[in-house]
């Protein structure tokens, strides 16, 4: 049987679905609900009408990363391009792991630390946040260190809950974890605070960043930043041209424009408050606060509430178990969508 071939470990494993996408309203993705402005979009049609076809791109993206270094005003560090930072994720792992190592990650976190850990060989170890969805940072470095993990994921601000870790946390993490740590700022524009100036300060600290938040998830980029010596260790194993010249020249345009991501990113700031203020006023609803561009809410019951949103085309991100099982994780939308939400969610028993 041609199964006989297969690994057994990826048996029970299911292919990433994101489900349909034709809802009327899209607010379980993260995505920005701004797309480019049409002038932004002109110009981005004549740099892919003057592409180069017939050549590999830039095997190492190195404008887009002195671009985005710019943008993001970040000095002397390594930055490594990936298609999204997802694949940033997986390079690490593959880089680090050998069959058996554990890593120590949130639950809940984003769900790409484990499977890419599980893929290369290794064994995820999840640590529960608290009743409040807070992390106890002591209690996560002392299982960290017991259990001699490589790796570290933890994304800041939390996905899915929104919350963030403190700076000074954040270090504790750093200096007291024995491993490489990964700090995951795929919602950094939302929160404003960054750990990436002490890149240069500790050798085991890496940073994420992504495009897909602030406007740009159709182009799939994403960036690992760090020090020579783990960079080095990383590029042996990042596949080659893994971000294609398209996306390179997109996002060169985009990055030579900031004010084009600051003002979308304000505007998502203004819609994060209004969503905030309308849905606190809705009696039966419990918010986490959110430094990210969604909010995460307890109801009553989170498959019925959903299940109406749906009936009306509404698509928002639920959870099937655990502690967030009666919780859905809103993205902030335009006002419009917003609205529609606010419109149409019931909180039935
Ligand atoms: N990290 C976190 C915390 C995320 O929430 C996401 C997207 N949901 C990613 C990484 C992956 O982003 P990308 O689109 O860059 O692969």
Redesign the pocket.
Known sequence: MIQDYFRKDLSDFESYNAGKIDYKVRLN??ESFNNLGATTRKKLGRVIEDSIYNRYPDVESRNVCNLYAKYAKIENVNIMA????????QIIAHTFLNNGDKVAMQSP??S?YGLYTKVAGGIPIEFPLDEKLELDVEGFISMANKKEVKIVYL?N????TGNIITRENIIKIIEGCKCIVVI?E??FEFYGKTIVDKINTYDNLIV??????IGL?AI???FLITNKTLMEELKKVKPPYNVNSITQSIASVIFLEPELIHKNVEQILIERSYLWEKLSKIEGIKLYKSKSNFILVEVPNAKKTKERLIDQSINVRSFSTGKLENCLRITIGSREENNCLLKNITLDN
């Open positions: 993705a993260n990936g298609n999204g930072s997802d694949e940033c994720i976190d984003f790409m994304s601000p939390n996905n899915p995951d795929a919602y994420l960043r992504t495009c897909s938040k998830a799939r980029l994403g």
